[in-house]
């Protein structure tokens, strides 16, 4: 892309090319992209960041709120393989919060992962990933305690693998996924323990797909899943358990419409049993979307949907159904300018409990491209939870600016 002095509006350029099949946020940008570092057949892309900001109300409480500036130091490196066959992408990245008056709530968060494909045929492709993570939970999180001093820390690991076949226009895969949840104790201000380890738990998922590829870009498919969690900590040592198995079937689509629009749906059914005889179980309908819809060459749409059942250790409930929907917006308003904005309204519904929380987000933003090597984002993000629990009500507001370097 042309420097900053060369940057136009895009809708006076003569040249301009109808890019309706990609998103405003994926597609490459030559002279603002990074060009990363060759290194024998992978290229390294390292990053870095800094951003400041001012939230209202950091621990997301309903009534005296506490506001304070925020530091946040961020750095992260992408491996990518360039072989002609087979796949090896490695990655890992660092955060480091600083609270300007809460030092209490500075956060150190880490992670490192891979995921790789094997081409065994033509027809015949294995892939997997690994990820080890470090992190803290939002202090909106409904599992969180109020009462802790400090944002609760917990590590995931995870792991999946699958097997995909092709025979003609069928695609057969094969696959599972498995995650490791392990939380830290915390403490309130007065020194008392608060035991977060009848949290901890490991998860399985195991799906079978069957898709009919009408053409390269669309199929339509019917897809099986089951899952298991199983928590560490069982009766004597906790007051209950909160083992359980679940299924979830579904037929779904991936498609392009010509340059018009892109994406994914599904919907279909879901059920979970607990083991626990005084949790209800819980059934009915799941279903997902994640559609670009390209508006124009300048403008990218993107609706999104799904309906879930979480895990929850909110007293008394077994989990709680999650419904989202919400849309983004991306808009070059110059080909170094870029907007961005959006609005969620997702609703949970806890299970064997009365509370129910319906929250709405919204976020607006801008990122300026200086060069292929750094860029400054302007963002502001609103989030308001409103529950049938006074307590788990808040409203929150937080701005920001962030300069990112890249090579």
């Known amino acids: 892309m042309a420097s900053?002095?060369?940057a136009y509006a895009q809708e006076a350029d003569t040249q301009?090319?109808?890019?309706?099949?990609?998103?405003?946020m994926d597609r490459a940008r030559p002279g603002y992209d990074a060009a990363g570092i060759r290194a024998g057949g992978f290229i390294v892309y390292p990053r870095a960041s800094v951003t400041e900001a001012y939230e209202d109300n950091i621990y997301a409480t309903p009534t005296n709120e506490t506001d304070d500036f925020i530091t946040t130091l961020r750095a992260g490196v992408a491996v990518n393989s360039i072989w002609s066959r087979h796949a090896l992408n490695l990655n890992a990245g660092l955060s480091q919060q600083f609270y300007a008056d809460n030092g209490d709530e500075d956060r150190f968060d880490w992670n490192v992962g891979a995921g790789g494909r094997i081409d065994v045929t033509s027809m015949t492709a294995i892939t997997g990933?690994?990820?080890?993570a470090q992190m803290h939970e939002d202090r909106g999180d409904p599992s969180s305690p109020a009462a802790a001093n400090e944002p609760i820390e917990y590590t995931l690991f995870t792991a999946g693998a699958a097997i995909s076949q092709d025979f003609a226009r069928m695609t057969a895969t094969i696959g599972g996924e498995y995650l490791d949840y392990d939380y830290d104790d915390s403490a309130t201000a007065g020194g008392v323990n608060i035991d977060q380890d009848f949290r901890d738990r490991e998860e399985y998922i195991e799906r079978?797909?069957?898709a009919y590829n009408v053409s390269p870009d669309t199929n339509f498919y019917v897809e099986g899943q089951l899952n298991q969690i199983e928590y560490d900590q069982q009766p004597p040592v906790v007051?209950?358990?909160r083992d359980s198995d679940g299924w979830q079937a579904v037929v779904g689509s991936e498609f392009r419409l010509t340059n018009m629009a892109r994406g994914g749906v599904y919907i279909g059914y879901q059920e979970r049993d607990y083991d626990n005889p005084a949790f209800a179980n819980t059934d009915g309908l799941a279903f997902g979307a994640n559609v670009d819809w390209f508006v124009t060459p300048l403008t990218t749409i993107t609706f999104k949907a799904n309906q879930s059942v979480e895990e929850t250790t909110v007293g008394g409930s077994s989990g709680y159904d999650q419904q989202e929907v919400g849309f983004d917006i991306g808009h070059e308003l110059m080909r170094n300018l870029i907007l961005s904005g959006g609005a969620s309204y997702e609703n949970n519904d806890f299970n064997s409990s009365a509370r129910e929380d319906d929250l709405i987000g919204a976020n607006v933003g801008v990122t300026y491209l200086l060069n292929r090597n750094f860029e400054i984002g302007l963002r502001y993000?609103?989030?308001d939870r409103d529950s049938n629990v006074a307590t788990a009500d808040y409203t929150r507001n937080v701005v920001g600016i962030t300069l990112t370097g890249k090579l």
């Open 4 to 6: 900053v002095c060369g």
């Open 16 to 24: 301009l090319q109808d890019v309706r099949g990609q998103s405003v």
């Open 129 to 132: 990933s690994l990820r080890y």
């Open 208 to 210: 079978a797909r069957l």
């Open 239 to 241: 007051a209950v358990t």
């Open 381 to 383: 993000t609103f989030e």
